[in-house]
DNA sequence: AAGCTAAACGGACTGCGGTCCGCTTTGTAT
DNA sequence: ATACAAAGCGGACCGCAGTCCGTTTAGCTT
């Protein structure tokens, strides 16, 4: 049986640049600044060491209107990242397998945490800021989608209370924990993938193979 | 081969009661009240609701002091678990099977999580706050030493780098993702328990099962 | 008992994320 | 052109973790 998820692919933010209400004039120039300012600054002194008072000084603009903006730091990073994160999701739904769909839940699996450990190993600070809220968190509208593509593999591969095997799957791919991999431990990216390669395969490896 | 090895099991905390540069008595006198006032705080309005300058305050000592003996919030949070935890590490490390050592690695693995889990269910605010420090972090002694129990139960079990495997489980055990499940999603702490049965269970399932 | 020094103290201060609210600008209705 | 509401604006303000440094005090020495 096929479900259909009737997913909205591209907003990883509500609003895009030409909504319904119509942004006022002045509203479009601010924030275009806003994301022009933040780009650079993330560009130079890494995503960690920008502050909303520093942002809102290098875009000539009041603080109040960095936050009405983007909500919060958070918020801001999400907005960041939303490009490369609408490509990653274009790739994991309706790309070319082993990623896309075509191929084996198990290999469907392995292809997206790998993918995913690459995607973090490029945008992992952003996306670590990007999770970095009191509220939210887990929440955040990309996760959600993660979430029900992987209990849907899990599903397909006869794995009990998928649901929340999907939760246990996601926090090992978490940027927070990858990064920590990545750059404090010293650990190699291609080990992270093999690493997650064995653990995933191991977790969906039928007992009964066959084929 | 059996490893052996070094752990120093108690000092959660680098710094006992009486060590050997000898406390001044004002000091103990004021590590006496902070830590009372800040039981009594966690009892009345939980951990997370608990601020610095509150617990100064209600001690009658200055900030400063506080941060001297604790360096940080963080650190005052596992000071408060610190009986906690070494009761934790008793359990696994000599108490009885299938939680301590004679039981097969598998059903170690299972205990503990399971254990963990239940551990986080009740100490699970001050744990979320004991690593929520931008510095440490992943690197606290106990985390260490869950780090290297893992390892070795995975070693005993065959599995391909254990080490970085511990680390993906122990992502899973995470408070903060275990928290954000029990409270936030709602999850009974019985079916996060057979999760992780399952998870576990799957992970080190010999594919040659004979026994 | 008096003097001395290192440890401990306390609270003012900083930096940051986030909020609030009185003022300004924009787009529209007349 | 003028009036008017609403959307937008900005920066003073708040709470909090963490730091700094001038002052106090415990406990040893003589």
């Known amino acids: 049986m096929t479900r259909i998820f009737f997913v909205s692919l591209i907003p990883i933010r509500p609003e895009g640049p030409s909504g319904p209400p119509s942004e006022r004039s002045d509203a479009a ?59 990653f999701q274009q790739l994991f739904i309706f790309g070319p397998p082993p ?11 392995i292809a997206f945490g790998e993918a995913r450990i690459a995607y973090i190993d490029r945008n992992g600070e952003l ?32 794995v009990g209370d998928p649901w929340l095997t999907a939760s246990f799957l996601l926090s090992v791919l978490d940027p927070e924990r990858v990064l920590y991999a990545l750059r404090t431990q010293g650990v190699e990216l291609g080990r992270l993938q093999a690493g997650w390669r064995e653990f995933a395969g191991r977790l969906l490896a039928r007992p009964d193979a066959r084929d």
């Open 99 to 109: 990623l896309g769909p075509g191929a084996p839940a198990a290999e469907r699996l």
């Open 29 to 87: 120039r601010n924030r275009e600044r806003l994301l022009e300012a933040a780009r650079d600054l993330v560009a130079e002194h890494g995503a960690d060491a920008l502050t909303m008072d520093m942002l809102a000084c290098r875009a000539n603009v009041g603080k109040g209107t960095v936050f009405r903006r983007f909500g919060s730091r958070a918020g801001l990073m999400m907005t960041l990242l939303s490009d490369a994160e609408a490509e």
């Open 127 to 158: 996306a670590r800021a990007a999770e970095h809220s009191p509220h939210n968190r887990h929440e955040a509208p990309p996760a959600q989608l993660w979430h029900r593509h992987i209990e849907m593999l899990l599903r397909e591969a006869g």
